[in-house]
């Protein structure tokens, strides 16, 4: 029996005691909340749309027209030979960077140097003739006929002997201007033709662009007129002054061909290479920009969100050129307003927002 009460005078306790403590963890929330102060209260609440806008400011835009267009070597030729000859000598390695009129290759002339020789021969020989009857024609000692015969055979034997050496200098394949050589496809002991692509030679010290544009913009590039390009072996931008333009349009595309030049100091650029062109056409300053996403489609045209006095004012406006993220306003904003950019569907006229985030437009 004592065993029975001390057992219900325990948990009698126990119960006591929990009692207790949730009587003392209720107080203490009651009183953090009559300590918690107003302003806090008031900040956990937020008040209107939460919505991402931005400050329009005047900028410059740039109407730009983007092509594409090929590099050329400012001078390129294939090496080729103009006799039917055997090569004997390659005076140049392949890549190599030769100045005019190095020799590159020799091809035999054993032939034409045996048949010189004999011509001069025959040259010193008529030589003497005429100065012989030359003297006694002088001394009315032969007849005018003998001189002239000896004479013009003297002139034919020296405009073969000239022709022969011609001929020998053919025979030596020289560079036609400075530049690098690319690949040889000929070597000592091949026979060579006038149809026979030796190798070739090539100057991009500074590189033609040649490009086309519609015949619409035909009249806004001049000579002169500097333009920018890349290409996709690096990420560097270069620079090329427009030299030329055709005569008049192609009338199967009613497109303009211009070439412009572009200086080649590092050899980075190469003959061949595509190049993708921004060309400016036209700018304008004080201009506003706005994102795409402020825009809102009506049957009027476009609206926006602008804030004032902290609630949205749809106000329309009337869009001009258009870029990749951006459109040009032409009227309803001006700089300095505030432009909402996100949250869009869920504000109406009127609406209270509250600005998350705020920044300057950027082109």
């Known amino acids: 029996m004592n065993t029975q009460i001390k057992s219900k005078t325990i948990i009698q306790g126990a119960l006591l005691i929990s009692l207790v403590a ?19 209260k008031a900040a956990a609440a937020p008040v209107g749309v939460p919505v991402d806008a931005i400050v329009l400011k005047a900028e410059t835009i740039k109407d730009e027209m983007e092509a594409t ?35 590159l290759f020799q091809l035999d002339d054993a032939d034409l140097q045996a048949q010189l020789e004999q011509l001069v021969q025959q040259q010193k020989l008529a030589r003497l003739n005429e100065q012989r009857l ?25 405009a073969q002997v000239q022709q022969l050496k011609v001929m020998i200098e053919k025979t030596r394949i020289r560079a036609p201007f400075s530049g690098r050589i690319g690949i040889i496809h ?22 033609k662009l040649d490009f086309t544009v519609p015949e619409k913009y035909a009249a806004i590039l001049r000579e002169g007129s500097r ?7 690096n990420t560097k931008t270069y620079t090329a002054v427009v030299q030329a333009h055709e005569s008049k349009l192609d009338q199967n595309t009613r497109t303009l061909l211009i070439r412009a030049v572009s200086d080649n100091p590092k050899d980075e650029l190469l003959p061949g290479q595509s190049a993708r062109l921004k ?18 489609p009506s049957s009027q045209g476009y609206t926006v969100y602008a804030v004032k006095n902290g609630k949205a004012t749809m106000v329309p406006i009337q869009t001009g ?9 032409l009227s309803g904003l001006a700089a300095g307003d505030t432009l909402v950019t996100s949250n869009l569907m869920r504000l109406s006229p009127g609406s209270a927002v509250q600005l998350a985030t705020i920044n300057s437009t950027q082109n």
């Open 22 to 40: 949730l009587t003392l963890v209720w107080a203490g929330c009651n009183t953090e909340a009559k300590n918690t102060p107003p302003a806090q």
């Open 134 to 158: 030359k003297d006694l024609i002088q001394h009315r000692a032969v007849i005018q006929q003998d001189y002239d015969q000896t004479f013009t055979n003297l002139k034919v034997i020296d």
């Open 279 to 296: 060309i400016a056409l036209n700018s304008a300053n004080n201009q506003l920009m706005v994102p795409s996403q402020a825009l809102m």
């Open 69 to 103: 267009g090929t590099l050329v070597a400012n001078q390129f030729v294939d090496i080729v030979s103009e006799l039917n000859r055997k090569v004997v000598r390659v005076n140049v390695k392949e890549g190599s960077t030769v100045s005019t009129g190095a020799l």
């Open 186 to 207: 000929v070597y000592p002991g091949s026979f060579v033709t006038p149809q026979t692509v030796m190798t070739n030679l090539e100057d991009y010290t500074r590189l």
């Open 227 to 233: 333009i920018g390009f890349s290409v996709e072996s």
């Open 321 to 329: 050129q258009r870029t990749d993220r951006n459109v040009q306003v």
